[in-house]
Protein backbone atom coordinates (compact mmCIF):
# COMPACT_ATOMS: atom_id res chain seq x y z
CA UNK A 1 0.00 0.00 0.00
CA UNK A 2 1.47 3.96 -0.93
CA UNK A 3 1.47 6.04 1.41
CA UNK A 4 2.53 9.76 -0.66
CA UNK A 5 2.98 12.58 1.79
CA UNK A 6 3.14 16.22 0.41
CA UNK A 7 5.98 18.13 2.64
CA UNK A 8 8.11 21.22 2.31
CA UNK A 9 11.75 21.54 3.70
CA UNK A 10 10.70 24.23 5.17
CA UNK A 11 7.64 23.15 6.97
CA UNK A 12 7.80 22.65 10.96
CA UNK A 13 4.73 20.78 11.34
CA UNK A 14 6.46 18.61 8.48
CA UNK A 15 9.10 17.30 10.21
CA UNK A 16 7.15 16.47 13.00
CA UNK A 17 4.07 15.25 11.05
CA UNK A 18 7.05 12.39 9.57
CA UNK A 19 7.95 11.36 13.37
CA UNK A 20 3.97 10.95 14.41
CA UNK A 21 3.47 8.84 11.32
CA UNK A 22 6.85 7.07 12.07
CA UNK A 23 5.35 6.11 15.65
CA UNK A 24 1.81 4.69 13.93
CA UNK A 25 3.54 3.14 11.21
CA UNK A 26 6.13 1.34 13.97
CA UNK A 27 2.54 0.09 15.28
CA UNK A 28 0.65 -0.85 12.03
CA UNK A 29 0.79 -4.82 11.60
CA UNK A 30 1.09 -4.69 7.96
CA UNK A 31 4.22 -1.61 7.94
CA UNK A 32 6.61 -3.84 6.16
CA UNK A 33 4.00 -3.56 3.15
CA UNK A 34 3.49 0.08 3.04
CA UNK A 35 5.48 1.82 1.11
CA UNK A 36 6.11 5.64 1.48
CA UNK A 37 6.64 8.10 -1.46
CA UNK A 38 7.34 11.58 -0.34
CA UNK A 39 5.94 14.39 -2.86
CA UNK A 40 7.61 17.56 -3.07
CA UNK A 41 5.38 20.95 -2.20
CA UNK A 42 6.35 24.30 -2.14
CA UNK A 43 4.98 26.66 0.85
CA UNK A 44 7.00 30.22 -0.68
CA UNK A 45 7.88 29.34 -4.76
CA UNK A 46 8.98 33.30 -4.69
CA UNK A 47 10.55 33.04 -1.68
CA UNK A 48 14.52 34.46 -1.57
CA UNK A 49 17.34 33.15 0.31
CA UNK A 50 18.25 35.45 2.98
CA UNK A 51 21.10 33.86 4.92
CA UNK A 52 21.46 37.15 7.12
CA UNK A 53 18.02 37.60 8.03
CA UNK A 54 17.12 35.39 10.45
CA UNK A 55 13.76 33.87 11.12
CA UNK A 56 11.43 36.05 13.79
CA UNK A 57 12.31 39.30 11.10
CA UNK A 58 11.28 37.20 8.46
CA UNK A 59 8.14 35.99 10.21
CA UNK A 60 7.97 39.37 11.62
CA UNK A 61 7.97 41.05 8.01
CA UNK A 62 5.72 38.41 6.02
CA UNK A 63 2.77 38.37 8.90
CA UNK A 64 3.30 42.11 10.19
CA UNK A 65 3.73 40.17 13.66
CA UNK A 66 6.32 41.71 15.96
CA UNK A 67 9.80 40.42 16.72
CA UNK A 68 8.35 38.91 20.08
CA UNK A 69 5.28 37.58 18.80
CA UNK A 70 7.53 35.59 16.00
CA UNK A 71 9.76 34.30 18.74
CA UNK A 72 6.64 33.55 21.01
CA UNK A 73 5.03 31.84 18.49
CA UNK A 74 8.63 29.87 17.08
CA UNK A 75 9.22 28.57 20.83
CA UNK A 76 5.33 27.22 20.46
CA UNK A 77 6.53 24.93 17.96
CA UNK A 78 9.82 24.21 19.46
CA UNK A 79 7.70 22.77 21.96
CA UNK A 80 5.79 20.76 19.82
CA UNK A 81 9.16 19.45 17.99
CA UNK A 82 10.34 18.35 21.80
CA UNK A 83 7.36 16.44 22.26
CA UNK A 84 8.40 13.58 19.61
CA UNK A 85 12.08 14.04 20.37
CA UNK A 86 13.41 16.55 17.75
CA UNK A 87 15.47 19.97 18.93
CA UNK A 88 14.77 23.18 16.68
CA UNK A 89 16.77 25.34 16.51
CA UNK A 90 14.90 28.99 15.63
CA UNK A 91 17.89 30.71 16.08
CA UNK A 92 19.88 29.40 13.72
CA UNK A 93 17.65 29.00 10.68
CA UNK A 94 18.41 29.99 7.35
CA UNK A 95 15.75 31.92 5.24
CA UNK A 96 16.07 30.01 2.68
CA UNK A 97 14.27 28.79 -0.98
CA UNK A 98 13.33 25.09 -1.64
CA UNK A 99 13.52 24.24 -4.74
CA UNK A 100 16.86 23.32 -5.35
CA UNK A 101 16.27 20.70 -2.25
CA UNK A 102 13.34 19.42 -3.55
CA UNK A 103 15.41 18.50 -6.80
CA UNK A 104 17.85 16.96 -4.71
CA UNK A 105 14.97 14.07 -2.60
CA UNK A 106 13.42 14.23 -6.47
CA UNK A 107 16.86 12.40 -7.08
CA UNK A 108 17.44 10.26 -3.98
CA UNK A 109 13.77 9.25 -4.70
CA UNK A 110 15.66 7.34 -8.32
CA UNK A 111 17.87 5.97 -5.45
CA UNK A 112 15.97 4.50 -2.97
CA UNK A 113 17.18 7.54 -0.55
CA UNK A 114 13.79 9.13 -0.35
CA UNK A 115 13.04 9.32 3.18
CA UNK A 116 16.71 9.65 4.08
CA UNK A 117 16.98 12.79 1.82
CA UNK A 118 14.13 14.13 3.76
CA UNK A 119 15.39 13.20 7.37
CA UNK A 120 18.78 14.87 6.56
CA UNK A 121 17.50 18.35 4.91
CA UNK A 122 14.90 18.27 8.09
CA UNK A 123 17.47 18.06 10.22
CA UNK A 124 19.71 20.65 8.63
CA UNK A 125 17.34 23.30 8.09
CA UNK A 126 15.61 22.96 11.85
CA UNK A 127 18.32 22.10 14.03
CA UNK A 128 21.87 22.59 12.57
CA UNK A 129 20.88 25.85 10.77
CA UNK A 130 22.47 25.15 7.44
CA UNK A 131 21.70 26.86 4.16
CA UNK A 132 19.35 24.22 2.26
CA UNK A 133 19.42 25.90 -0.80
CA UNK A 134 23.34 26.42 -0.90
CA UNK A 135 24.98 23.84 -3.79
CA UNK A 136 27.57 22.86 -1.88
CA UNK A 137 25.64 22.05 1.33
CA UNK A 138 23.04 20.27 -0.79
CA UNK A 139 26.14 17.96 -2.26
CA UNK A 140 27.58 17.31 1.26
CA UNK A 141 24.40 16.75 2.38
CA UNK A 142 23.41 14.36 -0.49
CA UNK A 143 26.93 12.20 -0.43
CA UNK A 144 26.11 11.74 3.70
CA UNK A 145 23.10 10.06 2.55
CA UNK A 146 24.90 7.48 0.05
CA UNK A 147 24.16 9.59 -2.94
CA UNK A 148 27.33 9.89 -5.71
CA UNK A 149 28.71 13.00 -5.99
CA UNK A 150 28.38 13.12 -9.44
CA UNK A 151 25.14 13.08 -9.86
CA UNK A 152 24.27 15.46 -7.27
CA UNK A 153 26.36 17.68 -8.78
CA UNK A 154 25.43 17.15 -12.55
CA UNK A 155 21.46 17.60 -11.14
CA UNK A 156 22.95 21.05 -9.01
CA UNK A 157 24.51 22.10 -12.65
CA UNK A 158 21.04 21.58 -14.48
CA UNK A 159 17.84 21.85 -14.51
CA UNK A 160 16.87 17.93 -13.60
CA UNK A 161 14.02 16.67 -11.76
CA UNK A 162 12.62 20.14 -12.29
CA UNK A 163 9.55 18.33 -14.12
CA UNK A 164 9.53 15.89 -11.40
CA UNK A 165 8.64 18.61 -8.51
CA UNK A 166 6.25 20.64 -10.93
CA UNK A 167 4.49 17.24 -11.32
CA UNK A 168 3.90 16.88 -7.59
CA UNK A 169 2.89 20.32 -7.09
CA UNK A 170 0.71 19.95 -9.52
CA UNK A 171 -0.71 16.04 -8.38
CA UNK A 172 -1.06 17.84 -4.52
CA UNK A 173 -3.89 20.13 -6.21
CA UNK A 174 -5.52 17.11 -7.92
CA UNK A 175 -6.20 15.29 -4.32
CA UNK A 176 -6.92 18.30 -2.35
CA UNK A 177 -3.68 19.26 -0.50
CA UNK A 178 -4.33 22.76 0.24
CA UNK A 179 -1.27 23.04 3.26
CA UNK A 180 1.58 20.38 4.06
CA UNK A 181 2.26 17.90 5.77
CA UNK A 182 -0.28 15.95 3.27
CA UNK A 183 -0.47 12.23 3.80
CA UNK A 184 -2.39 10.39 0.99
CA UNK A 185 -3.26 6.68 1.80
CA UNK A 186 -3.35 4.34 -1.34
CA UNK A 187 -5.05 7.03 -3.16
CA UNK A 188 -7.86 6.41 -0.94
CA UNK A 189 -7.93 8.88 2.21
CA UNK A 190 -5.94 11.88 3.16
CA UNK A 191 -4.86 12.38 6.32
CA UNK A 192 -4.03 16.16 7.05
CA UNK A 193 -1.57 18.13 9.12
CA UNK A 194 0.74 16.72 11.84
CA UNK A 195 -1.97 14.19 13.47
CA UNK A 196 -1.21 12.29 16.64
CA UNK A 197 -0.02 8.56 16.05
CA UNK A 198 -3.76 7.39 17.18
CA UNK A 199 -4.73 9.25 14.38
CA UNK A 200 -2.53 8.05 11.62
CA UNK A 201 -2.88 4.49 12.56
CA UNK A 202 -6.69 4.56 12.54
CA UNK A 203 -6.15 5.78 8.87
CA UNK A 204 -3.65 3.24 7.85
CA UNK A 205 -5.96 0.47 9.48
CA UNK A 206 -8.79 1.94 7.42
CA UNK A 207 -7.13 1.98 4.26
CA UNK A 208 -5.57 -1.41 5.03
CA UNK A 209 -9.39 -2.75 5.14
CA UNK A 210 -10.21 -1.11 1.82
CA UNK A 211 -7.18 -2.45 0.25
CA UNK A 212 -9.19 -4.53 -2.45
CA UNK A 213 -12.21 -2.18 -2.80
CA UNK A 214 -12.17 0.28 -5.82
CA UNK A 215 -13.25 3.78 -4.36
CA UNK A 216 -12.19 6.52 -6.62
CA UNK A 217 -13.16 9.17 -3.86
CA UNK A 218 -10.50 10.58 -1.77
CA UNK A 219 -11.82 10.56 2.34
CA UNK A 220 -10.40 12.81 4.45
CA UNK A 221 -10.50 10.41 7.81
CA UNK A 222 -8.89 13.70 10.10
CA UNK A 223 -9.88 17.02 11.86
CA UNK A 224 -7.27 19.40 10.39
CA UNK A 225 -4.15 19.34 12.28
CA UNK A 226 -1.00 21.66 12.80
CA UNK A 227 0.26 22.25 9.07
CA UNK A 228 1.62 24.93 7.36
CA UNK A 229 -0.18 27.16 4.08
CA UNK A 230 1.25 28.25 0.89
CA UNK A 231 2.62 31.46 1.24
CA UNK A 232 3.66 31.46 4.70
CA UNK A 233 6.72 30.32 7.04
CA UNK A 234 4.90 29.03 9.92
Not at 127 to 146: A, F, M, P, Q, V
Request: a negative charge; one cysteine or more.
Amino acid sequence: MNVEIWSDVMCPFCYIGKRKFEQALSQFDHKDQVNIIWKSFQLNPDMKTEPGKNIYQHLADIKGWSLSEAKRMSDHVTDMAHEVGLTYDFDKAVVANSWDAHRLIQLAKQKGLGDAAEERLFLAYFTEGRDTSDHSTLLELGKEIGLPAADVQQMLDSDQYAEAVHQDIYEAQQVGARGVPFFVLDRRYAVSGAQQPETFLGALTTAWAEWEKTNPELTDLSTEGPACTPGEVC
